[in-house]
């Protein structure tokens, strides 16, 4: 089955202790994504990348980190959590065409995150 | 400052009526719009899509229309159905960001 996982699905942590969020999908997808949603502010992006070894900042990356040394993964890092990050995360990943992201992206079903 | 906005938070509609969601924009350099739903404890599934070169386009009963000069995209769903009722999403991509608004909240009562 075609699909985006990511782990875990629910998390609770205390201030400053480093943690990973995976993210990995079968669909050989070029482009992969991170998200968070918070109340009123819909989804905002974190990090992007658009193939292997090939990272980018979206609109929030403070505090983030990503790295992408396979297609199919694309772990969120956290190295020192903070309880502004307390939110619901989501990991996506499309096929890139010549044109840009116009293809569906498949989003993970999330993993809420509250930092103590 | 939000270069994606969804003005109305929420929008309750007929059974069988045409739903209308609004999105506006404002930077000209957006070159796909896209549309997401989203189900609670779900992560958002992909709807319909927008190139900046077109006017319109369509998917069974999800038609979804571009104003450029306006900035301006909206979401038409007729008819509309009791399972529509979920968050609606707009996005607009550059290169490899996409950029979210706030979402609607739609309501479709049968």
């Known amino acids: 089955e075609a699909q985006v996982t990511q782990n875990p699905r629910y998390l609770i942590t205390v201030t400053g202790k480093k943690l990973t969020v995976t993210c990995s999908q079968n669909?050989?997808?070029?482009?992969m994504s991170w998200y968070r949603q918070d109340p009123g502010l819909g989804l905002r992006q974190i990090y992007y990348?658009?193939?292997?070894?090939?990272?980018d900042k979206g609109d929030v990356p403070e505090g983030y980190k990503v790295s992408r040394k396979e297609k199919r993964n694309f772990p969120l890092i956290l190295e020192s959590p903070s309880p502004n990050q307390t939110s619901l995360y989501f990991c996506?990943?499309?096929?890139?065409?010549?044109?840009?992201?116009?293809?569906?992206?498949?989003f993970g079903p999330g993993t809420r995150l509250t930092v103590l | 400052d939000q270069q994606v906005k969804q003005n109305s938070p929420s929008l309750s509609v007929q059974e069988g009526r045409i739903s209308i969601l609004n999105c506006d924009y404002t930077?000209?350099?957006?070159?796909?719009f896209l549309w997401y739903k989203k189900y609670p404890a779900e992560g958002p599934t992909f709807l319909i899509s927008?190139?900046?070169?077109?006017d319109k386009n369509e998917d069974g009963r999800f038609t979804v229309f571009l104003n450029k000069s306006a900035k301006h995209l909206s979401l038409h769903i007729v008819p509309s159905q009791p399972g529509d009722s979920a968050v609606y999403f707009c996005?607009?991509?550059?290169?490899?960001?996409?950029?979210f608004g706030q979402g609607t909240e739609l309501s479709v009562k049968p």
């Open positions: 669909m050989n997808h070029e482009y």
């Open positions: 927008i190139s900046s070169i077109k």
């Open positions: 996506a990943s499309s096929f890139l065409s010549s044109e840009g992201l116009g293809n569906e992206q498949f």
């Open positions: 930077n000209s350099m957006f070159d796909y």
């Open positions: 996005a607009a991509a550059q290169g490899g960001k996409l950029i």
């Open positions: 990348s658009m193939n292997v070894e090939v990272t």
